[in-house]
């Protein structure tokens, strides 16, 4: 498990700090300030920091909890695996999104110039909603992370399987990398509106007197944006989000498998 724990950390850390411009710019899209206002091209590394302290934590929980899970459901029939994949997986992203999440919500934060530092973004959070402030809207990247994983994992461990099987062999990083590739862009484009509302969700922040946040609900959340700005709204920065998941994916699955694989050759941490 603890080879699950350094693969995922390499992994989160690699895609997150290659591909940081590309979530700048989708978070801008979807912010309701709009694309110019919320920064457009400039200061496009903003929140890096943050990201970076949260990827390798919560890639690593990710994969330990997605990893050990399979292996208690392993007994289950070849036929039920994509249920033991969709479980596992979701299984994993509740346990990263408590990592996650409030380096999510510091890090949009800065990208939508809410705050110009990383320390002035904590302390505005704090100070204006508490501990709690860093927790807005995990249940929304629960809500999203969920049908997301639920999409991709069992599209991506039936692509390996299917391509070892065919091939009569197994598999090697890189082409896993590229069945992540497939199975993360798919599942990305399918789930943009989930985002749309996470993004709002997060961005949203008590005013003066401790005024309701404009954005709370998942639901209201969806329908508010349909109704106001139309439901082509829920589908700001698909493609910037569909770009950045699918090279995201052939980073993140491709270095996951490459880095574990070679912890398994050189049999570092066999014991654990």
Do not use: N
């Not at 699950?4 to 411009?21: E, K, Q, R, S």
């Not at 920064?39 to 929140?47: K, L, M, T």
């Amino acid at each position: 498990m603890t080879q699950c724990l350094v693969a995922g950390g390499a992994a989160g850390m690699a895609v997150d700090t290659a591909l940081y411009p590309l979530d700048t710019i989708k978070t801008r899209l979807q912010a309701k300030a709009g694309f110019i206002a919320s920064g457009g091209f400039r200061g496009i590394y903003s929140g890096l920091s943050s990201a970076i302290l949260g990827s390798a934590p919560g890639a690593s929980l990710f994969f330990l909890t997605y990893e050990k899970t399979k292996s208690l459901m392993s007994s289950l029939p070849e036929h039920q695996q994509p249920l033991v994949h969709m479980f596992a997986a979701s299984a994993g992203e509740i346990a990263a999104c408590l990592v996650r999440v409030p380096t999510e919500v510091v890090k949009q934060r800065l990208q939508a110039k809410q705050h110009k530092t990383l320390a002035e973004a904590v302390r505005g959070t704090f100070l204006a909603e508490g501990l709690l402030g860093f927790y807005r809207g995990y249940l929304t990247q629960v809500v999203r992370e969920i049908p997301f994983t639920c999409i991709q994992f069992p599209i991506y461990e039936y692509m390996k399987l299917w391509y070892a099987r065919r091939k009569q062999r197994a598999i090697q990083s890189w082409e896993a990398a590229l069945c992540g590739s497939v199975a993360g862009g798919i599942a990305a484009a399918l789930t943009t509106p989930l985002d749309v509302v996470k993004t709002r969700v997060m961005l949203s922040t008590k005013g003066a007197g401790g005024q309701k946040p404009e954005y709370t609900g998942i639901v209201s959340t969806l329908s508010r944006v349909a109704r106001e700005e139309g439901a082509r709204a829920l589908f700001s920065g698909i493609v910037p989000r569909t770009i950045w998941i699918s090279i995201g994916g052939f980073v993140f699955l491709g270095s996951y498998e490459k880095v574990k694989e070679t912890l398994l050759r050189a049999k570092l941490f066999s014991h654990s």
